[in-house]
């Protein structure tokens, strides 16, 4: 069935290294996927996102890959600094007609100084 | 710039009362979501509106009622609320529901006595 997951539920880092954050999904149907960061008490913000005709797109400090061969998704952050301490979800669509999007479980990225 | 705006921020409940939530959007999007998020569930996805004049249900619907008011507005009604309802309620919005990043609001904190 369809299902977006991530493999670690949390990640720490110190500041100013690079960190990357994981998620697998199971519909190889899937055509388009979205990070959005989440802080304490706030919504899920978007941060980047890519559509699976391309493998890799790059934002400003962030960058996405997508290996469409073992359905796997990827957020890599670059210098992470204390700011980016926050929860990180994945998400996915099918792009079927209607559909709206599927959401992982999030990884919480905690960032030390 | 509001984006999405949610009302109210927080609300405490007795079980068996009912509540609507509200939310707009000033975007100008066709499609908007009604998402709950429990610890350790990520989003699960309670009913969404393709259009103007449509709604349909999402994963978790049980419960729960929605109005599409018009193109800006996009109301969850509980008509009788239960404790398992307690949760954080997301509200989103896209230019489409396929293939389009979603945009938040900030969350209605609900609790149910």
């Known amino acids: 069935g369809e299902s977006v997951g991530l493999h670690l539920p949390t990640l720490s880092v110190q500041e100013g290294d690079n960190s990357i954050i994981n998620c697998a999904y199971s519909?190889?149907?899937?055509?388009?996927f979205i990070w959005y960061k989440q802080e304490s008490g706030k919504g899920p913000q978007f941060i980047i996102d890519?559509?699976?005709?391309?493998d890799k797109r790059q934002g400003q400090r962030v960058t996405v890959l997508l290996n469409k061969t073992v359905k796997h998704l990827s957020l890599q952050i670059a210098a992470t600094q204390p700011g980016d301490s926050a929860v990180y979800f994945c998400?996915?669509?099918?792009?079927?007609?209607?559909?709206?999007?599927?959401f992982g479980k999030g990884t919480t990225l905690s960032v030390s100084s | 710039n509001a984006g999405v705006t949610q009302t109210p921020k927080f609300q405490v409940l007795k079980t068996g009362q009912s509540m609507t939530l509200q939310c707009a959007q000033d975007?100008?999007?066709?499609?908007m979501y009604w998402y709950r998020q429990d610890p350790g569930m990520g989003l699960r996805l309670i009913y969404y509106?393709?259009?103007?004049?449509?709604?349909d249900k999402g994963e978790v619907p049980n419960g729960y009622n929605v109005s599409r008011l018009n193109k800006r507005e996009f109301s969850l009604r509980l008509e009788s609320a239960a404790p398992s309802q307690t949760s954080v309620y997301f509200c989103?919005?896209?230019?489409?529901?396929?293939?389009?990043?979603?945009?938040f609001g900030d969350g209605t904190r609900l609790s149910i006595l």
């Open positions: 989103a919005s896209s230019r489409q529901v396929s293939n389009q990043p979603q945009h």
């Open positions: 519909n190889s149907a899937s055509d388009y």
């Open positions: 890519i559509r699976s005709n391309m």
């Open positions: 998400a996915e669509n099918t792009g079927q007609a209607g559909t709206a999007l599927i």
């Open positions: 975007m100008n999007h066709n499609s």
């Open positions: 509106s393709a259009s103007e004049g449509t709604t």
